[in-house]
């Protein structure tokens, strides 16, 4: 299974901020990006894919990706408190597998 | 939305017995399967890929006498911990991959089995 490097640190933020993710990867050949949320004792759900570099925008989430620096990044805009979630990043390599990061667990505070 | 169930939710056992769980995909096709573990503040890591009516292809350090995997339908796998100990206490995921759609995003993960070894 390849590296992907995801600090798993919590995050807290006041309901309405921003909430800024990121994962690094040290292998080119990923080839696609994914963000997932996972609730308590639950199997995660995925969020948000991408492919090539650049961003994706789906509602209130931004998925960035940078090749170039092996860096993807998830923004959450105007972050609710049901937002409030651990969120992992997934990365494909060969035979469609998947490699996930260790996740940030993300409190949204009312 | 693609569905996909393991049963059971949550199994206490003793050590040296045997656990199966199974995986279904309840509304969609499944020629592959994957089977990963979680430990607690841990990623979810990739234990094996199950193909339907083909051998598992088990990832480099985990043991395929001890995680038994029988995939015998496109809507079945099972996963069978044999001779449990309580290193394997741990939260078990699968995944379907969608057999039409082909991407490795459209994978659609179960709600996980947590797995207590006494």
């Known amino acids: 299974q390849k590296e992907v490097e995801q600090d798993p640190g919590p995050l807290s933020v006041p309901e309405g901020a921003i909430v800024s993710l990121n994962c690094t990867y040290s292998?080119?050949?990923?080839?696609?990006f994914m963000w997932y949320r996972q609730y308590s004792r639950k199997g995660p759900e995925l969020l948000m894919y991408t492919y090539s570099s650049g961003n994706k925008e789906d509602g209130r989430f931004t998925a960035q990706v940078d090749k170039s620096s092996k860096y993807i990044s998830l923004f959450i805009r105007d972050s609710q408190p049901s937002d409030s979630a651990t969120y992992l990043c997934?990365?494909?390599?060969?035979?469609?597998?998947?490699?996930f990061g260790k996740g940030n667990q993300v409190v949204v505070i009312p | 939305g693609a569905v996909v169930s393991q049963h059971p939710s949550r199994v206490i056992c003793k050590s040296g017995t045997s656990v199966k769980i199974e995986c279904r995909s309840l509304d969609f096709q499944a020629t592959t399967m994957f089977w990963y573990r979680q430990f607690p503040k841990q990623s979810l890591m990739l234990m094996a890929t199950s193909n339907e009516g083909s051998k598992a292809t088990y990832e480099q350090g985990v043991e395929k006498d001890k995680f038994l995997i029988n995939h015998a339908s496109l809507t079945l796998s099972t996963l069978t911990v044999t001779s449990a100990h309580p290193e394997d206490s741990s939260f078990y995921i699968c995944?379907?991959?969608?057999?039409?759609?082909?991407?490795?995003?459209?994978?659609?993960f179960g709600p996980g089995t947590r797995l207590t070894v006494l």
């Open positions: 292998n080119s050949a990923f080839q696609y």
């Open positions: 995944s379907a991959r969608d057999a039409v759609a082909g991407r490795p995003y459209t994978q659609y």
């Open positions: 997934a990365m494909s390599y060969g035979n469609n597998r998947l490699a």
